[in-house]
């Protein structure tokens, strides 16, 4: 039996046929919810200064850090301290630690931080936001005009979305001595709660995607390449055409444990009275809708799961 992979796709190819692009990229999305794009778009410098900014962030003292913590609004801007979050379903918290970019325009939640101690820091993680929202729009375009979503919707489902750019450390093992996460791994496994997931710095090794058949496929992304998944509000839209894929980022190897891994995921969310309606055309696909909901009224129920939220 062949191992199931990954798919791959070069970005390039999407400035000369643009439809064909699409086509490709929701096929090879289907088949794990999972790709890989080379080429993308992304500015270098951009990922650079961020990358940068996050260490020296995240070398901050902790009472420095968690002054920047919102749980009145369940993390959704600024910190989450090490330990806040676990995965649906788990007692056992993940080993990291991250920092939330979002809109300023969305009802009910405020801006994010400023950082005093990190000069550069804002406007990093303000820069690789916007380059990030723009490239994940091009991708979501593409796919709902593969799927036939009208100019309304496709407009509907991207105007002013709780979109987050999640800045993530996942410290040392060494330094996390205890019972308390004695059970834990970085990151267990877990679905994504959005549309779309464009991820850097999956280059590290740790990121595993559990196919279909049950087999762990580790994501082994080239230098320089971006890893692209469907949420679980990608997956209600398909109707499980796209399907939203368990993944996990393992603990690392002994000879890694001593090191930090980094990454910068950047979460792509409709309006927050976008329905999670499966599309007509997926439904022919044989996709299966599900109770209506909105995605505001999907990501409260979601964050109440993984710990961000009181219940």
């Known amino acids: 039996m062949t191992q199931p992979r990954i798919a791959e796709l070069d970005f390039r190819d999407h400035a000369g046929d643009p439809a064909a692009f699409g086509r490709r990229l929701v096929d090879g999305m289907r088949e794990t919810g999972f790709i890989v794009i080379r080429n993308h778009a992304l500015p270098q410098p951009a990922i650079e200064a961020a990358q940068a900014a996050s260490e020296t962030f995240f070398a901050l003292p902790e009472a420095a850090k ?3 913590a919102l749980p009145e609004h369940h993390f959704q801007r600024g910190y989450s ?3 806040q979050e676990s995965a649906k379903g788990r007692d ?3 080993l990291k630690e991250f920092w939330h970019v ?4 969305i009802p009910g939640l405020p801006g994010t931080p400023s950082v005093g101690e990190v000069p550069e820091f804002d406007s ?3 820069t690789l936001f916007d380059a990030m929202d723009d490239f994940a729009r091009t991708l979501m375009v593409a796919i709902g005009k593969t799927l036939d979503m009208t100019p309304e919707a496709l407009r509907a489902a991207l105007e002013n979305g709780n979109s987050i750019l999640r800045l993530l450390h996942y410290p040392p093992m060494p330094e996390r001595p205890g019972s308390a996460t004695g059970s834990s791994v970085r990151a267990a496994e877990h679905e994504d709660i959005n549309l779309l997931t464009l991820l850097l710095g999956a280059e590290e090794a740790g990121l595993e995607v559990k196919h279909r058949s049950g087999v762990w496929l580790p994501i082994n992304a ?4 971006l890893v692209v998944n469907a949420g679980d509000m990608l997956d209600r839209l398909t109707g499980g055409v796209i399907p939203s894929t368990t993944h996990r980022v393992v603990n690392p190897t002994t000879d890694r444990s001593p090191h930090s891994r980094y990454s910068m995921p950047f979460f792509l969310h ?3 009275d976008f329905p999670l309606e499966a599309l007509p055309s ?3 696909m044989g996709g299966k809708a599900k109770d209506p909901i909105t995605a505001r009224g999907y990501l409260d129920e979601r964050l109440r799961e993984i710990g961000l939220a009181k219940a």
Do not use: M, V
Not at 102 to 105: A, D
Not at 222 to 225: F, K, L, Q, R, V
């Open 282 to 284: 997926c439904l022919e």
């Open 270 to 272: 409709p309006a927050n």
């Open 102 to 105: 979002g809109r300023s325009t």
């Open 66 to 68: 968690t002054r920047y």
């Open 81 to 83: 301290p090490f330990g």
């Open 222 to 225: 080239p230098a320089g390449s």
């Open 124 to 126: 990093a993680g303000r």
């Open 92 to 94: 056992a918290p993940d």
